[in-house]
Every structure is written in C-alpha cells, then in structure tokens.
C-alpha cells in the first residue's frame, strides 16, 4: 500500500522561505519511471501542479513559480523536499504530494492528506 | 500555461446522468493524458479517470471518461449522494508539464 504524508510550518512570514517534506512509503523513488509531484490548493480554489521529480533526478517544474522552487529528494530517506522561495499570502495553500507510478503513466495516485501553509505577518 | 476550463457547478437528480467538460488546447487535453479526479470537502483529491476514459480498479463503473479535439468529459450515470464534490480535470502537456482545470462543483438535488 502506498501512502504519502506532507509535513511543514503552518505559518510562514512573507518573504520567507518554505519548506516541505513530502514522507512516502510503499515504493521508492529510485524505481525507474516513478516520480513524487507537489500540487496546491488556495482555499476555496483549484489544484494547480507545482512541480515533479523523478527517479532518475530529472524535475519539471510548473513555468510561472520555476524560479522560486526547488525539488530534492532522499531515496534512503523516502521523502522528497520542496522548497519555495519569497513566499507571499498568495501562496497561501493546502500542499500535497502525490506519487506517480511509472513511463507513461502521467496521473497522481495516491495524494497525501495534505498540509495547510498560511502566509502572513 | 493555462488552467482547463470547466464549467464551475453542474446539478443533477439522484439516478440522472450529468456530463462534466472540461476544454484546453491541442498541446495538453490534445495530447491524450486526460485525468479526472473527485475531491471531497476537507479531503485530498481521488483518482477516477486516467488515460481519457480508464478506471482505476475498484471504481465504479458509473464515471466514465471521453475526449473529442481539445474537449474531454466526465459522465457520471446513476447519480448518487456520495457524488456530491468537487471534479478537477488533468491533462499532460506537450512541455512536460502538467495542468490541472478550474473544478467543477457537482450537486446532487
């Protein structure tokens, strides 16, 4: 069985930096073809894809946030870290990670529960 | 790139049968790697749909997916309670990315 947790600071001051870890069990992320993605929620609002890391270290990355994301993982570790720079209340959202199986198979399943990050001051 | 677009909300009768769009370009809805996902209030999303009209197994075989040009559909017959919730459509892109659509919010008079 699959299952994913994403754990991080609820409050993040504007400006700072936030980071996510995305703690995974059930495969590894250096089994060819999978990959982890981070995907948001504002509340109230639509996902939106933020970005994916394979196993083989390749990373893609949604185009207008590409500069403020970072995408690492730690196969020993089975978790996968995603770090967004300069945050602003915009980015106020639930995060989730969800696991993508293999070549070709471009859908999330399963996601994580997901964890709420508030930006304010 | 630009969300899909689905229509926000779509109603129907318990039994009915309603029919979800979800519309986008020839480089993602175009590109034939459509997914549907059912979310719940306060829960994280649910695959229902992959590759246009596959069904995971297990699922019911009430939701059934179709695309024609840029436009891709979810049908969910017999409608029921539980149906109530948010749909968000997904497609691969020809950039190697991925999108995700407005949602639509389906209610179950």
Known sequence: QITLRE???????????????????????STTGVGVAWIRQPPGKALEWLALIYWNDD???????????????????????????????VDTATYYCAHRLDWGQNWF????????????? | QS????????????????????????????YNYVSWYQQ?????????????????????????????GNTASLTISGLQAEDEADYYCSSYTTSSTYVFGTGTRVTVL
């Open chain 1, 7 to 29: 754990t991080g600071p609820t409050l993040v001051r504007p400006t700072q930096t936030l980071t996510l870890t995305c703690a995974f069990s059930g495969f590894a992320v």
């Open chain 1, 59 to 89: 990373k893609r990355f949604n185009p207008s946030l590409k500069s403020r994301l970072t995408l690492t993982k730690d196969t020993s570790k089975n978790q996968v870290v995603l770090i967004m720079t300069n945050v602003d209340p």
């Open chain 1, 109 to 121: 399943d399963p996601w994580g529960q997901g964890t709420l990050v508030t930006v304010s001051s």
């Open chain 2, 3 to 30: 969300a899909l677009i689905q229509p926000a909300s779509v109603s129907g009768s318990p039994g009915q049968s309603i029919t979800l769009s979800c519309t986008g370009t020839s480089s993602d809805i175009g």
């Open chain 2, 40 to 68: 719940h209030p306060g829960k994280a999303p649910k695959l229902i749909i992959y590759d246009v009209n596959k069904r995971p197994s297990g699922l019911s075989n009430r939701f059934s997916g179709s695309k024609s």
